[in-house]
C-alpha cells in the first residue's frame, strides 16, 4: 500500500540534486530507454501494476510496456501504457542509449493452464514502434522458448533498425539450443538457424560485442 517514487539525478550531479517524482505503486525490473526530451524526462520500462502480493512465489501479473513522462520543471509524472502485451527483457539499438528512438524489442509472455498449472509461459519476441503504438509479434511455434532478443547495428546503419535481432532460443521436444538470427526490420524473417553443440541453460540477459572490441 505504500507509493512509489521515481528518483532523477543529473549525470554530473549528486544526491542533493536528486529530485524525486510521486507515482502510483509499481513495481519495474527492466528499462527499454530513457531520454530528455525538452524539460521532460521520458522513461520507458516494464512495468508492473503489482508483484508478489501473496508472497514470494506470486509472480501471476503481467508487466507492460509503459512510459513515465517526469516534468523536471513542473514536478508532475504522467503515465502512458504503451501496448497492452505481455512483455519483459526490452532491448533497443544500444547505440541509442539515452536518445530518442524509436524501435524496441522484447519477448512476449502468454498465461497457458489454470488452477495450480496456470503459469507464464515465453514464446514469442516482440517488436514495438514506440511512435505508431504498434508491434510486431514473432511466435516462435513448436513449443520453443526464445532468450532475450539482443539487437545488433548492420555495418551500413544508416536507419535505427538497420541490423540484426539474435535470441537463443531452446527446444523443449529436442533439448538443444540454437542461435536464431531475425531481420530487425521484419523479425518473422529467420535470416538463420544456428546450431548449438550443447544446450544453453535459460537465462535472463544477452549481450553482443564486435570481435575489434573482444580483442581490444
Known amino acids: 500500500k505504500a507509493p512509489s517514487r521515481i528518483g532523477v539525478m543529473p549525470k554530473t550531479g549528486s544526491s542533493k540534486d536528486l529530485k524525486w517524482?510521486?507515482?502510483?505503486?509499481?513495481?519495474?525490473?527492466?528499462?527499454?530507454?530513457?531520454?530528455?526530451?525538452?524539460d521532460d524526462v521520458i522513461l520507458d520500462v516494464a512495468r508492473y501494476n503489482q508483484l508478489w502480493v501473496q508472497g514470494s512465489s506470486d509472480f501471476d501479473?503481467?508487466?507492460?510496456?509503459?512510459?513515465?513522462?517526469?516534468?523536471?520543471?513542473?514536478?508532475?509524472?504522467?503515465?502512458?501504457e504503451i501496448g497492452p502485451q505481455r512483455m519483459e527483457f526490452p532491448q533497443i539499438n544500444r547505440n541509442l542509449v539515452g536518445r530518442s528512438y524509436r524501435y524496441g524489442y522484447?519477448?512476449?509472455?502468454?498465461?497457458?493452464?489454470?488452477?495450480d498449472n496456470r503459469h507464464?509461459?515465453?514464446?514469442?519476441?516482440i517488436k514495438h514502434d514506440m511512435l505508431s503504438g504498434e508491434c510486431q509479434v514473432f511466435e516462435m511455434g513448436n513449443g520453443a522458448i526464445p532468450g532475450?532478443?539482443?539487437?545488433?547495428?548492420?555495418?551500413?546503419?544508416?536507419?535505427?533498425?538497420?541490423?540484426?535481432?539474435?535470441?537463443y532460443v531452446y527446444s523443449p521436444q529436442t533439448h538443444s539450443t540454437s542461435l536464431w538470427i531475425m531481420d530487425a526490420h521484419d523479425i518473422t524473417n529467420v535470416l538463420a538457424r544456428v546450431d548449438l553443440a550443447a544446450r544453453v541453460p535459460?537465462?535472463?540477459h544477452g549481450l553482443w560485442l564486435p570481435m575489434e572490441q573482444l580483442q581490444a
Do not use: C, W
Open 21 to 38: 517524482f510521486d507515482i502510483a505503486p509499481a513495481f519495474v525490473f527492466h528499462v527499454m530507454n530513457a531520454y530528455e526530451k525538452g
Open 61 to 80: 501479473y503481467p508487466a507492460k510496456l509503459s512510459r513515465y513522462t517526469l516534468g523536471m520543471h513542473s514536478g508532475a509524472a504522467g503515465l502512458q
Open 202 to 204: 535459460q537465462g535472463f
Open 106 to 115: 522484447s519477448l512476449g509472455v502468454t498465461v497457458v493452464g489454470t488452477g
Open 148 to 167: 532475450e532478443p539482443f539487437f545488433v547495428p548492420s555495418d551500413s546503419g544508416g536507419n535505427e533498425d538497420d541490423g540484426y535481432v539474435l535470441s
Open 120 to 125: 507464464e509461459s515465453i514464446g514469442s519476441v
